[in-house]
Each structure stands twice: as structure tokens, then as C-alpha cells.
């Protein structure tokens, strides 16, 4: 069992790293029971890592722009805060319901959840936490990025790897894709 | 009819909004303003605090400097999925049941009770007394069942089951003037009718949007948003009855016109 899961040649993991992974995954099946995580967690998977650059790279707010998918919402005041799931949030005029306009959209890489408080709006951003100051809400802008404050989906320590390595936000395709129901 | 303490807070709510002009937490005279969220949220502040909840983890942070948060407590919540806050205490909604935290001292939370429920993901709200808790057996929570249930949340530290109503796939909720509104994504939108009269509340369903495929709702203003897959609908309420003002269109439909027809 355990030598069909090893992948090889991952790059990320040498050969000794990949038994320790594989010996720490039996020995989290033991507690299975305890965890029932919603998501599968995988150890052996090649992660994606996301550089911190990247993550922290200026944000350049867009016009009004069509939603790909929607995910929360939080209302202020004559306006809605629509977030997209991990790329950012449009802001619309919503004075009248009956005619909703797209003000803006500002890319926030990893955004699930944004609320608003006497005009400055917290959005996660992967590992960071992120402040705008939207009393002008057609132009938001960035005041500041409380950085790694954020639990992070996957720890990078579970795979062996430095916090400074990146964010992990995926897996390769081609990684073993067992979850603990097959363990 | 709904609980009439509920309908006196959601009176007494409006006539806030109206004094006000404007939304959120219901702080009186010129005070801070606060977004209101759909049931799913999983970041809230309540006076000078934000809490986040990621990956079962609760980070709170002082927002005595509104624009330099600073993280100082963090919460351990294994499997939890949604915040509420109603009643100076936390409620958070989890696979396998609800935790309540008071915020007397809101950078540092304390547990006063957990109530343990049958598997399902999914959120809670917290109207008056009443908690309203919707499970859902989403593949992958390890769900067992699809139920609305009604919780005595009186007393946070105790809180007591009041009744249980059998869905087919609840998921956000809100409270309306006269009824509870579930979101049952693919199943549509259910408006309940919650009778308080006898000993136990009785729920029944008042009527059901089948078209509308959506996963959370927010009320304020007499304006029902509801999300959808498809798009973000805003409703007029009139009792059951839902007038539909707009569609922002999601995804595919995106490239639609923002306004659409009847639902």
C-alpha cells in the first residue's frame, strides 16, 4: 500500500522526506476518527505555492466588471461588498435595488470573507489580512497588510516547507489524490 | 407568526434604520457603522474587535486603531464554519455542533456552552432568544442529515433544543418580518411559518421560490438579497410574496443584463 502511494520525482521531496511523510500520514489515520477534517488532508500531495511577492504585489483596482462566481456578501450603508472566491471583491451603488451598479472590483488573491466598519473593510487574503479605507467606495484603496495573522488552509511546516517558501493554494493535478475515506 | 419578541426587535431595528439612514449593528445616535452579513460569514467585529475564523482557527484582533489591526487572541474552534453575534456572545456553527463565546471582554472570548447536534456543515442565527440552525449533508461534512432546528438560546450558557423540521438540503438563513427564509440551493427558497402558539413551535412552509438556487440571505431595509449560483436577487417583502427587483448576473449569465425578469 504504501509504495503505490510515494510519488517520485516530485522535486519538493527527496526520497527520505517522502517516507517521513508518508509515516506521519499512517500515523495520523490513527486519530481519523478525531479529525474527520471537512477537506481531505493529504500529505503526500505536491503542493502549489503561491510566492510572497506575488501575494503582496500592489493592487491595481479595476472598474466595474462581470462576476465569474459570487461567494459572501456584507451590505453598507447604499452598498454591496460581493466577494469572488479567492480573486476579490466587487463593490456596486445599491441606492436603488431595482438598479444595482458595478463600481468597482478589486482583486485580492485568496479573498473568502470581507466585512466593513466605519468605513475601513477587512478582506483575508490567503495568509494576510487586509485593510481598505472605502468611505469612497467606487475608489478604494489599500491602507494596510497585517501580514501571516491568517490560518493558513494548508500549514507549510505539514509538508516540510519554510513560511517564506510561499502560500500553498493547491495541489498538482497529478498528485496523489487519495483522500482519508481510501486510506 | 413569528416569536413576537422577535418581531418587536425587528420593529424596533427598522425604525433604527429609518432614524438613521443607514445599516449595520443596531448602535444608537451617530455611532459606528457596521456591514450586515449573510449567515455564512466568517468575519464579524463587534465594538473594537474583528474575528476571523479560517480553517477551524478564530483570530481576534484589536481595532483600537482601525486601520493597523492587531491580532491578539487566537481561538482553537476545530471544525467551525460560521459567526454570528447577537447578545454580546459569539456564536459559532460547526460540524458537529454550536459554540457560544461570551464578549464581555470582547479581545478575549469565553467559552459558555457548546451544543452538540447531529452532523451537518452549516450555519446559525441568533434571533431574540431563538437560534436557528440549519444542517445540511453536504458530501464531504460527514453529514447525516438535512434539518432546520430551533434552539432556546435564553440563557447562552444552556442552551435547549425547542424543535426540529426535516429539509432536503438547508443551507443560509434569515429571518423575515413573518417568517423564517432557508436557502435550499438546488431545492430553492423556502419561507417558513413558525407557530408559536402551542408549547413547542410547529414549522410549516408558507411558500417556496424553486428557482431560486441560492445559499444565503441577507434582509435589511425590507430588501431580501438573496445569493445565488446564477446571480445575486434582491426581493421586496410583502408576507410571503417576493418581488423581485433585480438580478446581478453571476457566471455564465454574467453578460446578461443586470436587471432580469420574474423569478
Redesign the interface.
Same mark, same amino acid.
Given at each position: 500500500m504504501t509504495q503505490n502511494t510515494v510519488r517520485s520525482g516530485t522535486g519538493l521531496f527527496d526520497r527520505k522526506k517522502q517516507l517521513i511523510a508518508i509515516g506521519l500520514a499512517l500515523s495520523l489515520m490513527g486519530v481519523k476518527t478525531l479529525v474527520?477534517?471537512?477537506?481531505?488532508s493529504i500529505e503526500r500531495r505536491t503542493p502549489i505555492l503561491l510566492p510572497l511577492d506575488e501575494l503582496r504585489a500592489p493592487i491595481t483596482i479595476n472598474q466595474g466588471q462581470?462576476? =465569474?462566481?459570487?461567494g /459572501?456578501? #456584507?451590505? %453598507?450603508?447604499n452598498y454591496?461588498?460581493?466577494n469572488e472566491p479567492k480573486k476579490g471583491f466587487h463593490i456596486?451603488d445599491?441606492s436603488n435595488?431595482?438598479?444595482?451598479r458595478?463600481l468597482a472590483f478589486v482583486p485580492v488573491l485568496g479573498n473568502?470573507?470581507? $466585512? #466593513? /466598519?466605519?468605513d %475601513?473593510l %477587512?478582506a483575508?487574503s490567503y495568509i494576510d489580512?487586509l #485593510?481598505f479605507?472605502v468611505a469612497t467606495p467606487d475608489s478604494p484603496q489599500l #491602507?494596510?497588510r497585517?501580514e501571516g $495573522?491568517?490560518?493558513?488552509?494548508h500549514r507549510n511546516t505539514h509538508f516540510n516547507l519554510d513560511d517564506d517558501a510561499g502560500v500553498i493554494i493547491g495541489f498538482e493535478e497529478n498528485s496523489n489524490s487519495s483522500s482519508w475515506s481510501t486510506l | 407568526m413569528m416569536l413576537i419578541q422577535a418581531a418587536k426587535i425587528l420593529l424596533i431595528s427598522a425604525v433604527l434604520i429609518t432614524l438613521h439612514g *443607514?445599516?449595520?449593528a443596531p448602535a444608537a445616535g451617530s455611532g459606528?457603522?457596521?456591514?450586515?452579513?449573510?449567515s455564512?460569514?466568517?468575519?464579524?467585529?463587534y465594538e473594537d474587535t474583528?474575528y $476571523?475564523l479560517?480553517? !477551524?482557527?478564530i /483570530?481576534i484582533?484589536d481595532?483600537s486603531q482601525?486601520?493597523?489591526?492587531?491580532?491578539t487572541h487566537t481561538l482553537y474552534a476545530s471544525?467551525a464554519?460560521t459567526l454570528f453575534i447577537s447578545k454580546a456572545h459569539l456564536f459559532v456553527g460547526g460540524?458537529s455542533g454550536v459554540r457560544t463565546f461570551s464578549l464581555a471582554d470582547p479581545l478575549a472570548p469565553a467559552e459558555v456552552s457548546f451544543y452538540h447536534h447531529a452532523r451537518g *456543515?452549516d450555519p446559525i442565527i441568533i434571533e431574540g432568544d431563538i437560534g436557528y440552525v440549519t444542517l445540511r449533508n453536504r458530501p =464531504? *461534512?460527514?453529514g447525516d442529515v438535512n434539518r432546520l432546528e430551533i434552539l432556546d438560546f435564553s440563557d447562552p450558557s444552556k442552551p435547549k433544543e425547542l424543535a426540529r423540521y426535516d429539509m432536503q438540503f438547508p443551507y443560509g438563513l434569515t429571518v423575515l418580518p413573518d417568517h423564517l427564509a432557508v436557502c435550499e440551493d438546488n431545492y430553492g427558497l423556502a419561507l417558513l411559518d413558525i407557530n408559536w402558539a402551542g408549547e413547542i413551535p410547529d414549522v410549516s412552509e408558507a411558500a417556496r421560490y424553486e428557482n431560486i438556487h441560492c445559499f444565503?440571505l441577507?434582509y435589511?431595509g425590507n430588501?431580501l438579497?438573496a $445569493?445565488a449560483?446564477d !446571480?445575486?436577487y434582491?426581493f421586496s417583502v410583502d408576507n410571503e410574496f417576493l418581488g423581485l427587483?433585480?438580478k446581478?448576473?453571476?457566471?455564465i449569465t454574467?453578460?446578461a443584463a443586470?436587471?432580469a425578469g420574474a423569478p
Open positions: 474527520e477534517a471537512c477537506s481531505p462581470a462576476i =465569474g462566481s459570487n /459572501k456578501i #456584507v451590505v %453598507y450603508g454591496l461588498f460581493i456596486f445599491n435595488p431595482a438598479s444595482p458595478a473568502l470573507d470581507i $466585512t #466593513v /466598519k466605519d %475601513y %477587512y483575508d489580512l #485593510v479605507d #491602507v494596510y497585517a $495573522t491568517i490560518e493558513p488552509e | *443607514c445599516c449595520g459606528p457603522t457596521t456591514s450586515i452579513s449573510g455564512t460569514a466568517a468575519m464579524l467585529t474583528l $476571523t479560517h480553517n !477551524g482557527v /483570530k484582533f481595532l482601525p486601520d493597523v489591526p492587531e491580532p471544525q464554519e460540524m *456543515c =464531504g *461534512c460527514n444565503d441577507i435589511a430588501n438579497i $445569493t449560483s !446571480g445575486i434582491q427587483q433585480s446581478i448576473p453571476v457566471g454574467a453578460h443586470t436587471t
